[in-house]
């Protein structure tokens, strides 16, 4: 150490320029707004600021007032003035490790990303944490393949839904277009969706299975050699990762521009040039005459259809000499979209709100990722062999004729003829690879790796420091932290990309879904601590059921909703979503106070508690505020892998022990 730090002059905060957000009790500086102040720390403290730094990544500043600034201080508010709100000169008596500020930021990170706030990348996220938000959606699309191959109903359904977007039903010159009817009567184009269905499923659980395997590697890489021990390495996998994430926003930004194409403000701009062959979509024109009456008005206006119309439209502000880049037009639709009043909010279709929540949860996780450079694509064998899988697995649904069992959109529905569906994909299947199509081929252990980097040499070599402040005595006063306690590991299902089969799931992180509208969604369940890692112990449902049954006594109307829940299809009709936000608040849950298409119910349970894991349900939108018989057993299948919750759970508690009040 460069001299002890009594026989210095004071190191004192500056009080001009400098910013900060706030988590519950720290205040973080980002990146290195002040290289002579941070120049002066490094100076000050020496080997051991370099050693926090290069392990962390953070560096958490200990002050010489024993007083906590902002104990509690409420999450949203993201940035104060360091010279109005922070006793001006504090001095740095010295620095520690930041765990317990990496922890808190983590959890903070990831409750403000689930619950549809955004600019999560203001708050420092580690790579464990980022891979629990990874496993977390590789769930969601594990249950949602899952349904695809388990429920006839469900498979009808996506179909139908995605049918009703296609670009076949876009008008042409003369005004004709086919009616989604009779499309879904035509066998070829039945069987074509629903290989697109299957196919698209499958890519989403790859992608994010891969984008889970490369944040583990970076686990493993910052546990190892710290978090800027081997930079190089650290951001050639971090790339790996943003290229994915941005191969996922390339995805659903056709499924937002299908969405566009039948939205009543949009969709006049667009006209049908000619289908393309065998149901594989259609070559469409966004020709808009900013000439005619009320149009340009309407094109550049700053709301939500302004930019539903700009986004679809970059040929044509190159022509009037605004040109908008890719990311440009995405970032001014999203912008609008969180800004965008409720009547906008509820003129969207179910499928255009649900696209656009889903764009703007990949671009909050991209901007997390903090690599902000443009990549390309990974040639590690990780990454090839996922590619080549995805196309393997198109060429075996290619091959599959599924249109011998098809007369109509309806065959889907019928038992016989799903069962003849997924035999004859699974029999191409075993021909090709000799296994089912999710589960080939194993990937490949990733490339060995070079050496980590030397240490840094210099002030001038060390990296961007995020400072976590707390003004609190030195840290040998502090308690240990106890060690996190690990979640139980992600999911049942091992997809062809995976090299390992995956645990059964009990829920890994938080998933946060696409932004919220008073009365939308899509599903997941969670887990809330993120400085928590997922634990390779698998948890059977002999391990989480108690031994006596029921665990909770309610009343009558509660009682009634989770027998229909868990009634398998037995019980007949639908179920209101306002009798089962009721039934999880009368059993402890409490709601995350965010309306919209994604809802949340939070655990009752302790943080530290294995059962604490949220649910997170996709809630109907619109007018038709009920559960159907597919989104019941939807629900029901997550409570049970997330709980392992039946009817027998549930109790009369007019029948149980005396004092019972649930």
Same mark, same amino acid.
């Not at 299908?258 to 024109?285: L, V």
């Not at 390309?376 to 649904?397: C, K, N, T």
């Not at 948890?539 to 989480?544: V, W």
């Given at each position: ?47 051991? !600021? ?27 508010? %993201? ?228 930019? %539903? ?43 255009? !709100? ?14 997390m990722l903090g690599h902000p450079e443009e990549v390309g694509l990974p040639s590690d064998l990780r990454y090839v062999s996922f590619a ?13 004729? %599924? ?92 997809? !062809? ?78 179920l209101n979503f306002e009798d089962f936000q009721y039934a999880m608040t009368s059993i402890g849950f409490s709601l995350i106070p965010k ?39 939807? !629900? ?27």
């Amino acid at each position: 150490m460069a001299g002890s730090a009594n026989e210095l002059p004071p190191l004192k905060i500056p009080t001009e320029g400098l910013e900060f957000s706030v988590t519950k009790q720290f205040k973080t500086i980002h990146g290195d707004p002040n290289p002579e102040f941070t120049a002066q720390v490094a100076a000050r403290f020496g080997q051991k !600021y370099k050693d926090i730094v290069r392990k962390y990544g953070a560096l958490e500043y200990i002050l010489n007032d024993n007083v906590k600034l902002f104990p509690s201080l409420p999450s949203h508010s %993201l940035r104060i003035n360091i010279y109005t709100n922070f006793p001006a000169q504090q001095e740095i008596i010295d620095i520690m490790a930041p765990e317990e500020y990496l922890a808190e930021s983590d959890d903070f990170a990831i409750q403000r990303f689930i619950s549809g706030q955004h600019n999560s990348q203001r708050y420092s996220i580690s790579a464990a944490a980022l891979m629990r938000l990874a496993e977390a959606e590789s769930q969601f699309w594990a249950t949602q393949y899952l349904q695809l191959r388990n429920e006839p109903g469900y498979l009808r359904q996506r179909v139908e839904e995605e049918a009703r977007t296609r670009p076949e039903l876009v008008p042409d010159a003369n005004g004709d277009a086919p009616t989604p009817e009779q499309l879904l009567s035509i066998p070829r184009f039945v069987g074509q969706q629903t290989r697109y269905l299957i196919q698209n499923t499958l890519m989403h659980l790859g992608t994010w299975r891969v984008v889970a395997e490369y944040l583990k590697d970076i686990v493993i890489l910052d546990k190892k050699e710290g978090r800027f021990g081997a930079k190089a390495r650290r951001t050639e996998l971090m790339a790996c990762v943003k290229c994915l994430i941005e191969q996922e926003i390339g995805v659903v930004s056709k499924s937002v521009l299908f969405g566009i194409m039948f939205h009543p403000e949009t969709k006049s701009q667009f006209t049908r040039d000619f289908n393309h062959e065998d149901w594989g979509g259609a070559r469409f024109d966004t020709g808009l005459d900013l000439h005619q009456e009320g149009v340009s008005d309407r094109f550049i206006a700053s709301n939500l259809n302004g930019a %539903l119309m700009r986004f679809c439209s970059e040929d044509l502000l190159r022509k009037i000499n605004h040109p908008r880049t890719p990311l440009q037009l995405r970032q001014d639709l999203l912008l609008q979209f969180s800004n965008a009043a409720q009547a906008e909010l509820d003129g969207l279709s179910d499928q255009l !709100y649900d696209a656009l929540t889903q764009f703007q949860r990949l671009h909050d996780f991209g901007e997390m990722l903090g690599h902000p450079e443009e990549v390309g694509l990974p040639s590690d064998l990780r990454y090839v062999s996922f590619a080549m899988a995805g196309r393997q697995a198109e060429a075996i649904l290619t091959k599959t004729l %599924l249109e011998k069992h098809l007369k109509s959109i309806e065959s889907l529905e019928k038992p016989a003829v799903f069962a003849k569906i997924w035999k004859d994909i699974d029999a191409c299947s075993h021909k090709v690879a000799q296994k089912p199509i999710e589960l080939f081929p194993p990937a490949p252990a990733p490339a060995p790796r070079p050496a980590p980097e030397p240490a840094p040499a210099t002030t001038e070599e060390l990296p961007e420091v995020e400072i976590g402040i707390e003004p609190t005595p030195p840290p040998a006063r502090r308690r240990p932290r106890p060690p996190p306690k690990a979640d139980p590991a992600p999911a049942d299902i091992k997809p !062809y990309w995976s090299r390992a089969e995956l645990p059964k799931v009990v829920v890994p992180a938080p998933r946060t879904a696409p932004k919220v509208k008073t009365r939308k969604a899509p599903v997941a369940s969670t887990s809330s601590s993120a400085a928590a890692q997922s634990s390779d112990t698998k948890l059977s449902k002999e391990d989480i059921v108690p031994q006596e049954l029921p665990v909770f006594w309610v009343g009558k109307r509660v009682l009634n909703t989770f027998a229909r829940l868990f009634s398998g299809g037995k019980e007949k009709g639908d179920l209101n979503f306002e009798d089962f936000q009721y039934a999880m608040t009368s059993i402890g849950f409490s709601l995350i106070p965010k309306g919209g298409s994604i809802v949340t119910f939070m655990s009752p349970v302790g943080k530290n508690n294995e059962q604490n894991k949220h649910f997170v349900c996709h809630r109907p939108h619109g007018q038709r505020d009920t559960l159907d018989t597919v989104r019941l057993r939807e !629900y029901a299948a997550s409570l049970s892998e997330s709980y392992g919750w039946t009817a027998e759970w549930f109790g009369f508690k007019a029948d149980g022990p005396s004092g019972s009040d649930k």
